[in-house]
Nanobody
Framework: QVQLVESGGGLVQAGGSLRLSCAASAIIFRNSVINWYRQAPGKQRELVAAITIGGRTNYADSVKGRFTISRDNAKNTVYLQMNSLKPEDTAIYYC????????????WGQGTQVTVSS
């Protein structure tokens, strides 16, 4: 059963923009902090951005001022708007929902490739 569906990756030139989407089931979405992680070849997965149920956001230093995370509660979807992309942003981007109910449960998307050419 697919819980998170990502879309929006692709190939873009340096300086360009992409918007990633992460759609979740309603019950997961309304109880979850939503995070975007990325993993580049040969590197550990890193947290890029996060948004709480109430809409508070947090960003990795490397993307502050360039990336914006937002959530549309009506569509059960979180977006990651990525501007001024750099080659070092190239990675597989994963959506993660950390659901807070009686227990804490992690859900992961399948990942979407973002490639930034120089």
């Amino acid at each position: 059963q697919v819980q998170l569906v990502e879309s929006g990756g692709g190939l873009v030139q340096a300086g360009g923009s992409l918007r990633l989407s992460c759609a979740a089931s309603a019950i997961i979405f309304r109880n979850s902090v939503i995070n975007w992680y990325r993993q580049a070849p040969g590197k550990q997965r890193e947290l890029v951005a996060a948004i709480t149920i109430g809409g508070r956001t947090n960003y990795a230093d490397s993307v502050k001022g360039r990336f914006t995370i937002s959530r549309d509660n009506a569509k059960n979807t979180v977006y990651l708007q990525m501007n001024s992309l750099k080659p070092e942003d190239t990675a597989i981007y994963y959506c993660n929902a950390k659901e807070y109910r009686a227990t804490i449960t992690d859900y992961w998307g399948q990942g979407t490739q973002v490639t930034v050419s120089s």
